[in-house]
């Protein structure tokens, strides 16, 4: 029995380091939104701390004029409507643009433009997006953030004629920051709060092409 009791006694004891060691504590894996928050400008950062704000002002300002157009889009105007994986494959989208929200007082409250082309592809260990024609075309990469069901935007408005757009952070007139969403199968969204134009919401639905380009 004195055995067992002393047996027992060292099991609940734990030994002490060896002098000049220091005991190692297990730190937690860093934070993915680490990597894009290195990158945002503290502009941006605002703007995506102000996401849900956004939604609501814009929303407010465009049921007052379309409050049927806004019902109609369904799921894509919802704000809480991310679903899981939301990572886009590479490829050839459909996109179309709906802005919403007064910037100004002469600024529509709600508008839909015309579907155009957007591409995804993988760039190292992101993707990136980039609208492909129109004389305003975001280009931009995605990064993982610790809201599994989002990726962050962060990039630039490439102008005119221009075969490549300005790099982000380099003018701060042109630069974007959103959130990429999954909304439905083969649907997504990205969704850029308080952008540098005459809206307070800017919401780019992206669907596949159905004939990929090989």
Known sequence: MLALALLGAGCSTKPKPPPGLTPRVEVGAP???????????????DRLARLQAAWDSALADARKTSGREIRREGVLLRPQASLARPAPSPGSYNCRLIKMGK?????????SFKPFFCYVEVEGELLTIVKQ?????????????????????????ALGDEQVPVAYGDDPKRDMAGVL???????????????????????????PVAKQPE
């Open 103 to 111: 910037a100004s007082a002469k600024s529509p409250a709600y508008e």
């Open 133 to 157: 024609t129109g004389s305003q075309r975001p280009a931009g990469r995605l990064w993982e953030d610790d809201d599994p069901e989002r990726l962050i935007f962060l990039g630039s408005l």
């Open 31 to 45: 934070l993915k939104s680490e990597g894009w928050r290195q990158v945002a400008t503290a502009a941006d950062e």
């Open 181 to 207: 969403e999954r909304i439905g199968p083969f649907r997504w969204r990205l969704v850029i709060p308080w952008p540098q134009s005459t809206s307070k919401l800017d919401v780019f639905e992206l669907t």
